[in-house]
């Protein structure tokens, strides 16, 4: 069984890993396609997860096209999704809750280091009623670089006033380790929809199939 040494402060992807949004996500990004009569496919979206919406138009355009309506698309998407988080309609993955509030009993300090635009991060966190448990947010719009580079992770720790090094990472998503070992914290995957590609053994990132194994692991 895994024992993680309590961390100086942990820092939490969102998507994927407190909120399970990214089944969600994929589905609208493929109801948005439909709606405009053009192609998706779902190793598209999945090549997304973990990326900023920058970098996922990217892929997209490079997927099917230069002539992909790419606002109209990125703009369907938006309304679909910010109608489910007004609706409550993104789930907490389970034992997020459990783990947080461990986490404020221990006085560790807690940070969200997300892909996600910071009005959107702030809805969705505050919608799950998690907002209260972090001290700092770092989101997409706030770094030049986004996941896989560490940029995200590095203004978290930043923000908290705690070196890289003593920060534990948890996060479901290739790019968003990738992101956190460069960034040299201490990294657990906990996978969500993609299961972690032999790079991410070769870091030696520990592997724990759910929140609850973290919260056994630091107790």
Known sequence: MLTLTRPRAVIFDMDGLLLDSE???LGFFEQASRELGVAWSQEVGLSMVGLNSKDSDKLILQAFGADFPIEAHRQRFGELYEAAIVAGDIPLKPFARELLEYLAGARIPCAVATSTRRTRAEAKLMRAHLLQHFQALACGDE???GKPA???YELAAARLSVEPRDCLALEDSNAG?????SASMNVVMVPDLLKPDADIRRYGVSVLESLKDV?????
């Open 177 to 181: 380790v990738r992101a956190a070992v």
């Open 143 to 145: 770094v030049s670089r």
């Open 215 to 219: 919260l056994v692991a630091l107790m």
């Open 150 to 152: 560490p940029d995200i």
């Open 23 to 25: 089944r969600v996500a």
